[in-house]
C-alpha cells in the first residue's frame, strides 16, 4: 500500500471512526482532526449526538470523495422504546403521546409490523433534521414551534430483522438505502403495531462497503498517536476503498500529467461511467467519467 501521507505531510487516507454518544459529528471531526494534526477533514453523512457508531472521516484532498459515501447502504441497531412518543422521536425531548398502560402488542403483532415496514417505502421526513425549506433547516422551524408540510420521500428497507423484544424495549438490525430516518421508521412501525414509540439508542454499523470490525475509537486513536505517525497512518484505510465498485483505468504519465491538467485522455477500452484513475506505479490519482471513448477528470488527487 502507498503511503497515505503526501510528501508536504499532508494526510490522505480514509478514517471509520467509532462516534461516541453524546458528541456531535463536527465535533468527532474536529477532533480526530486535531488527534491526526489535518489541515483538512470532512465526513461522509453525520450521526445524530446520541447516535454511536461508523463515522466516515476524509483527510486532505480525500475529502472529495466524501459525498459518494452518502448514497451507500448502511446498516443500524437500534433499540425502540414502545409504548411513549417524543417531541424529536428520540430519548432527548418531552413525551408528547403516552399508550405505555393500553394493551401491548404481542410478538405475532411485532412481526407483522415487521413485514410491513420491509421493502420500498414512503416515509415522511421529520421536522427535526437537517432539511431545509426555503434555505432553513426544518429543525429550527421545529424549535419555533412551525410545522410545515413535507413531502413522502420513497426509501427501501432491505432488512429487517428482529433481535430481542421485552416490552418496552425493541432491539432490531435495519439495512436500508440512503436518505432512510430509523427514528420515523421506528414510529411508522410502532404505528403499524397499534402504539407508539421513540429511539432509545442507535448505533450505526457499517456503511458499504465496509464493516463493523474497521471503526477505529478515539481511544483506539489516541494511543496510536502517542505512538507517532506511523501508528496513525495504520488507523486509515486508503481512501479509493471507498469505490470498490468502480471500474479502474492506469495511465502512462504522459497521460496522466494531461490528466492533472484538466484534460481529457484516450480510454477507447474502458466502460463508460465513473472510473477511478491510477498511474503505473499503482497510486490513486484522480476520479474521471468514461464518455465517448474519452477519460475526462472530476477530481484530480495528485498532480
Not at 448505533?203 to 502517542?226: Q, Y
Request: net charge neutral; glycine share 8%; hydrophobic share 40%.
Amino acid at each position: 500500500m502507498h503511503s497515505l501521507r503526501s510528501a508536504s505531510g499532508e494526510w490522505f487516507g480514509l478514517l471509520l471512526l467509532d462516534k461516541p454518544e453524546g458528541v456531535s459529528s463536527n465535533r468527532a471531526l474536529q477532533s480526530a482532526k486535531r488527534l491526526f494534526g489535518a489541515a483538512k477533514a470532512g465526513h461522509g453523512g453525520s450521526l445524530d449526538p446520541l447516535a454511536t457508531g461508523m463515522l466516515p472521516v476524509f483527510f486532505g484532498s480525500a475529502t472529495r470523495l466524501a459525498g459518494h459515501l452518502l448514497d451507500a447502504r448502511k446498516t443500524y441497531r437500534v433499540t425502540a422504546k414502545l409504548g411513549r412518543a417524543t417531541t424529536t422521536g428520540d430519548a432527548e425531548c418531552e413525551v408528547t403521546e403516552d399508550l405505555s398502560h393500553e394493551p401491548r402488542p404481542d410478538l405475532e403483532r411485532i412481526a407483522a409490523a415487521l413485514t410491513a415496514c420491509t421493502g420500498e417505502i414512503d416515509q415522511i421526513p421529520p421536522m427535526f433534521s437537517a432539511l431545509k425549506r426555503e434555505g432553513v433547516p426544518l429543525y429550527r422551524l421545529a424549535r419555533s414551534g412551525v410545522v410545515v408540510e413535507r413531502a413522502p420521500r420513497r426509501v427501501t428497507i432491505e432488512t429487517l430483522t428482529l433481535e430481542r423484544y421485552e416490552w418496552p424495549a425493541l432491539t432490531l438490525t435495519v439495512r436500508c438505502s440512503k436518505g432512510t430516518y430509523v427514528r420515523t421508521l421506528v414510529e411508522d412501525l410502532a404505528k403499524a403495531a397499534g402504539t407508539v414509540a421513540h429511539v432509545a439508542a442507535l448505533r450505526r454499523l457499517s456503511i458499504e462497503p465496509f464493516a463493523e470490525d474497521a471503526m477505529r475509537s478515539f481511544a483506539t486513536l489516541e494511543a496510536a498517536a502517542g505512538e507517532g505517525q506511523a501508528a496513525l497512518e495504520r488507523c486509515l484505510v486508503p481512501p479509493d476503498a471507498a469505490l470498490t465498485r468502480w471500474p479502474a483505468a492506469q495511465l502512462a504519465a504522459p497521460e496522466a500529467i494531461r490528466l492533472g491538467q484538466g484534460q481529457a485522455v484516450p480510454a477507447p477500452n474502458a466502460a463508460a461511467g465513473p472510473t477511478k484513475v491510477y498511474d503505473l506505479d499503482g497510486r490513486f490519482i484522480a476520479i474521471g467519467t468514461v464518455s465517448d471513448g474519452l477519460l475526462r477528470p472530476d477530481r484530480v488527487f495528485h498532480r
